[in-house]
């Protein structure tokens, strides 16, 4: 005789996975930190600490933007959510990795020069993050007993979670495929909202 999963509240793991973004997120300031103590010893003035550490200050705003970006959409996606299985706890544990690894793929960007790899490091852990959403929300979609009585995802949230993996795949793409594209590659995630605009007129009846 089969027997049902154990459900287990999904409140902690939701404050596990906000301290992680939290953490995540201040540590991308630390090879600034560092970079601030470096200029001094070289006796560099405010302007020529902002030149010289110009693709890290990009680097640290962009990624911080998008971790924010992901942690909304975490938190959208699970506002619903009341109880949590195996499969959803594996599937968060990998999203909250992708986090943790993302401060890392950041310090690489304007401290070495860009190569191939570096670009599927940093580009390629925001599409992985995106991925686990989707994989995420589609779980949901499939378990209804996880969520609270009477919620349903709507099939349009998916779409929108394709898209912007689609996007971020595209950006990778570019990036290791067209010479001397690199980061500005991830340009295209700006067609994001025209695209939504799309299917949601598509969706209209």
Not at 32 to 39: H, P, R
Not at 101 to 122: E, I, K, R
Not at 123 to 130: C, F, N, P, Y
Not at 156 to 171: E, H, I, N, Q
Request: proline fraction near 6%.
């Amino acid at each position: 005789m089969a027997t049902t999963p154990q459900l287990r509240p999904a409140e902690r793991l939701v404050f596990f996975t906000d301290a992680v973004v939290a953490i995540a997120m201040t540590l991308l300031i630390l090879p600034l930190l560092e970079s601030v103590g470096d200029a001094a010893r070289e006796g560099l003035d405010t302007v020529g600490y902002l030149v010289e550490n110009q693709g890290r200050l990009v680097a640290f705003a962009l990624s911080f933007v998008i971790i924010s970006v992901f942690w909304r959409s975490h938190d959208r996606l699970f506002e619903p959510v009341e109880r949590q299985d195996n499969a959803l706890l594996r599937l968060n544990v990998a999203w909250m990795c992708t986090i943790v690894w993302l401060p890392v793929a950041t310090a690489l960007v304007g401290s070495m020069p860009t190569d191939p790899l570096q670009l599927v490091l940093y580009i390629g852990t925001m599409l992985a993050t995106s991925l686990l959403t989707l994989a995420m929300r589609w779980w949901l979609g499939r378990r209804p007993e996880l969520v609270a009585p009477g919620h349903r995802f709507d099939p349009s949230g998916f779409a929108s979670m394709v898209v912007v993996s689609a996007l971020f795949a595209v950006a990778l793409l570019l990036a290791v495929l067209v010479p001397g594209l690199d980061y500005w590659a991830m340009l295209v995630l700006l067609l994001n909202a025209p695209l939504e605009a799309l299917l949601a007129r598509r969706r209209r009846p």
